[in-house]
């Protein structure tokens, strides 16, 4: 598909957004280098007429001028897939952001482009064909370890057809660059193949079969994987106004979900934010493993500051790397914070590209975007029997918090689960501030399924746990015109069930040692504490009586969560627990007194 390269030369500017007259065949969403002052801005097509592109830069476009040379590469904005990805932190458009800031200082100068996988590095490569073997795209050639994870060497995915190998390299100590197979195609033409290969990043990378998605992603946090839990393979999304905690519950699911591999995208809300990701990252070590946090972690980096094409890039490219490891039949889990800065990069290129604006003067295709993102989530059972899952979390910031404008409303319709972020819960610190009232999850059976064999009925309680948060809600609400004496007994001890509820099992301390984290082994004797409580009928005389019993009791479970799990203290605090509430409900003379 080698042509000649065409080029063009610019003949308008408005910001980013380039017009340039060309010669030659260009495709949309081809990569073009912007020749200025030395240096070439990578820019991406957007719109073909005739002889006329436009096409956007991904950099800042100063000293852009009439006549500027622009040439186009001959292919799309793509990714490279290969050893050594994880671990790395890059920018959009994979540049390595550590090699190029010692390169270049610690700003990061315009026009630097690096390859994002180290050439020098050798990897113990270990073949897995032989000569003869027919081999299609996706099939493994052979693997490496990377730290421990088997990365399956594949036969490039952008490959149709078969494959015969005609050669394969003897195990050994290689480069990335080396080539490890040859191979001749159908029609007789050679190929070799390397440890690395490309693929377009807009495009979904997939080859297998999608399934539903059945297994339970834990995550550590209580509200979601008891109320609202997520499937390895689902999507989901957290929208809520600024400072609800939604990178706080990115960051967590980063550390803790259970799955292999995580691919992180921070389009920072604020710089700082995008620093602190750099900073602390590399600290952290993994719950699961012990490991270092980063030997499972991507992280695509972009700040606010940066130009709005490179927060697109970002997304797709996140994605991309995430596909590739689903193949190797690897669990993924790719976070987008925040989804709103891609929209809103969106939006501000098709206002400079003059389309007909849709609601809040977001695209008309807005909502086919954010689909077909979070579309390339799914379980995928792969040619060799095996699964590989890909689930994607995208957070959300509405202006002023409300869900109703177009971002909100078109992620809702293609996840699976809802965690609605609220300014009024993050004000009175109900941290994580994930409004149960509002927040849903459609995997609740599926979950339920599964976790019937750590607590029999579970669906049924998690259903029954949230009915009793509505109708708290609902008695809390009448309270505040009639206050707690205006309220029936009967309705009152409901009300400090759905309190409790929230208090000592919803809320959760993300800076906690021991609360932190909170594994299912750990949340499903607590949640079947919390279902005696729910089940129990208490015998109160008076009002007063109700609350001051719930109070001590809502503090021993609250206090439960900051002790280290079944040590002695645990233990201990445990059977106090269960004996307050078999001592009030079975003895009806105490209460009466
Ligand atoms: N789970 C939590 N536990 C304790 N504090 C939290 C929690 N979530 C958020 N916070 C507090 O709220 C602040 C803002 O959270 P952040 O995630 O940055 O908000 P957002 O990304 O929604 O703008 C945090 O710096 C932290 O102080
Ligand atoms: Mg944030």
């Known amino acids: ?107 990061l100068m315009r026009g630097v482009y690096m390859p994002p996988l180290d050439r020098s590095k050798h990897w113990d490569y270990h073949p897995a064909n032989k000569v003869g073997n027919v081999l299609k795209r996706g099939d493994s050639l052979g693997h490496v370890m990377e730290g421990r994870f088997h990365h399956n060497i594949m036969l490039p995915f952008l490959l149709h057809g078969q494959i015969t190998l005609t050669w394969i390299i003897k195990p050994g100590s290689y480069t990335i660059d080396t080539v490890v197979a040859r191979g001749v195609d159908e029609k007789g033409h050679e190929h070799s193949f390397t440890m690395v290969q490309k693929w377009p990043v807009k495009n979904a990378l997939m080859e297998g079969e999608k399934v539903k998605a059945a ?36 960051h967590h699911l980063s550390k803790y ?44 980096c972009n700040t606010s500051s940066m130009p709005v094409a490179a927060r697109e890039a970002s997304i797709y490219m996140g994605a991309t790397i995430a596909e590739y490891y689903r193949q190797m039949g690897l669990d993924v889990l790719l976070l987008a914070d925040s989804t709103s800065r891609w929209a809103q990069a969106m939006r501000e290129m098709s206002g400079r590209l003059e ?22 989530s799914g379980a995928l059972l792969l040619k060799d029997g095996r699964m590989g899952s890909l689930t994607i979390g995208g957070s959300v910031s509405p202006a002023g918090g409300n869900f109703e404008e177009p971002v909100t409303q078109a992620t809702l319709s293609v ?37 019937d064999q750590e607590l029999e009925g579970w669906a049924e309680k998690v259903h029954g746990a949230e009915k009793i948060l509505k109708i708290g809600d609902d008695i809390g609400k009448r309270m505040e015109v009639v206050g707690e004496e205006g309220i029936a007994l009967e309705d009152f001890i409901l009300y400090l069930k759905s309190e409790l509820y929230e208090f000592a099992y919803l809320q959760q301390n993300a800076f906690d040692k021991e ?32 609350r001051d019993f719930f109070n001590e009791l809502q503090n021993d479970v609250k206090n439960m969560n900051f002790l280290l799990f079944n040590s002695q203290q645990y233990s201990t605090a445990l059977k106090k627990t269960k004996e307050t509430i078999e001592r009030i409900c079975l003895k009806e003379e105490l209460v009466r007194t």
């Open 215 to 250: 297994s339970m992603m834990d995550t550590g946090i209580r509200i979601i994987d008891t109320q609202f839990p997520l499937l390895k393979g689902g999507a989901f999304c957290s929208p809520g106004p600024f400072g609800a905690g939604k990178t706080v519950i990115q």
């Open 257 to 300: 979900a259970a799955v292999d591999i995580v691919v992180v995208v921070a389009c920072g809300e604020r710089a700082g934010e995008v620093v602190e990701v750099l900073r602390t990252f590399p600290q952290l070590i993994d719950p699961h493993t012990g490991e270092s946090l980063m030997t499972r972690t991507v992280i695509i």
């Open 415 to 451: 996840v699976g689960a809802f965690l609605a972020l609220s300014r009024a819960r993050s004000d009175a610190r109900k941290y994580p501030a994930i409004d149960p009232l509002i927040s849903w999850s459609k995997y609740i059976n599926k979950v339920g399924e599964q976790m």
């Open 515 to 546: 609360d932190a984290y909170c594994p299912l082994k750990r949340q499903v004797p607590l949640f079947d504490l919390i279902n005696t409580i729910f089940a129990a009928e208490f015998d109160f005389a008076t009002h007063d009586q109700a």
């Open 1 to 107: 598909m080698q042509k000649n390269k065409a080029h063009g030369k610019v003949i308008n500017a408005f910001g980013n957004l380039l017009h340039v007259e060309f010669q030659g065949n260009i495709q949309q969403g081809e990569i073009a280098e912007v020749l200025v002052e030395d240096i070439a801005l990578r820019a991406e097509v957007i719109e073909i007429s005739g002889n006329i592109a436009k096409i956007q830069v991904f950099e800042d476009t100063r000293g852009v001028q009439l006549d500027t040379r622009v040439e186009f590469c001959g292919h799309l904005l793509e990714a490279e897939l290969g050893p050594g990805l994880l671990a790395s932190i890059v920018d959009g458009l994979q540049n390595p952001l550590e090699k190029v800031a010692d390169a270049t200082g610690l700003f």
């Open 355 to 376: 389309e007909i604006p849709g609601e809040e003067a977001f695209p008309a295709y807005l909502g086919s975007r954010i689909a077909a993102f979070y579309e390339r």
